[in-house]
């Protein structure tokens, strides 16, 4: 695929990446823009552009600041399991499971904290008085 053919393909990406990268656009290829230096723009695009998110979105996912921040929030927890572990060594009793680091994503819902015995939930969707199904 030419490289007139692929900005073809991917017209919207390329015009947004351009444009908010450098402040020029498809218009301008030819013109103040050179054909060589728009492959070459494309050619080193950064992960985290329109391109590379329409045509390689596996690496623009991992690329963003959140997936970032979810993968150091596990690797704090870990961390902090093994210092409490560590600390507990030799001792009698099992270590508490450390707080886990804020995940402002992640939303709580108090509706699910509780456990509903088997029971009870078939009793609640129309199962019999000794949680058999009707």
């Not at 399991?81 to 108090?110: D, H, I, L």
């Amino acid at each position: 695929m030419g490289l007139a053919e692929y900005v073809g393909a991917h017209k919207q990406a390329v015009e947004r990446d351009l444009l908010t990268q450098t402040g020029y656009t498809l218009e301008d290829v030819g013109r103040t823009l050179s054909w060589s230096a728009l492959g070459s723009f494309l050619h080193e695009a950064k992960p985290d552009s329109a391109i590379v998110a329409e045509t390689n979105p596996e690496i623009s996912e991992w690329s963003t600041t959140f997936k970032t921040n979810v993968i150091l929030a596990d690797i704090y927890d870990v961390l902090n399991w093994f210092r409490v572990c560590m600390m507990a060594k030799g001792g009698k009793q099992r270590p508490q499971k450390p707080n886990e680091y804020p995940r402002s994503w992640r939303k709580t819902n108090k509706a699910f904290k509780t456990v509903m015995k088997a029971k009870e939930w078939l009793s609640m969707i129309g199962g019999g008085k000794d949680g058999t199904r009707r």
